[in-house]
């Protein structure tokens, strides 16, 4: 299947192609396959998050022993801005990481938090200079 995303308002488009599959015996496979098709298309090309990350971001804070100090309440707050600044929605955010709040944060996640969140912002002033110059 390809899948083509079109921004209405620049016009630029990006065209993803995924395999799909579907096995039943009856008459169902080709819908289940364009139906996974789909699922996959939209994943990766929004990098949405499915909380099943086989790589478990989220560090027990409870032990002593190896866990990640939780981040400082002026980095809860520098995250909070940078999540309004790059119109990111926050409950996204805690889903990822798998926390209730951002207090709740390991300093790595919060690292890789901000690292992501700079790239979004980085493409979005990038769009935006785009935009200015036609």
Known sequence: MAYTFTDVD??????????GQGLDAGDK?????MTGALKYALLQSFLLAT?????????S???GNGSERLITAEEAR?????VDETE???ERVLSYYKVNSVEEMS????RRAVELLNRKRAKQTQGENAHAQD
């Open 78 to 82: 520098q995250l909070r801005l940078l």
């Open 29 to 33: 496979a080709p819908y289940k396959a």
């Open 61 to 63: 804070h409870t032990s």
């Open 107 to 110: 300093e790595g996640s919060y």
């Open 51 to 59: 909380g099943d990350d086989p790589e478990e971001e989220r560090i």
């Open 10 to 19: 620049g016009g630029e488009e990006i065209t993803t192609k995924v395999a």
């Open 88 to 90: 990111t929605e926050l």
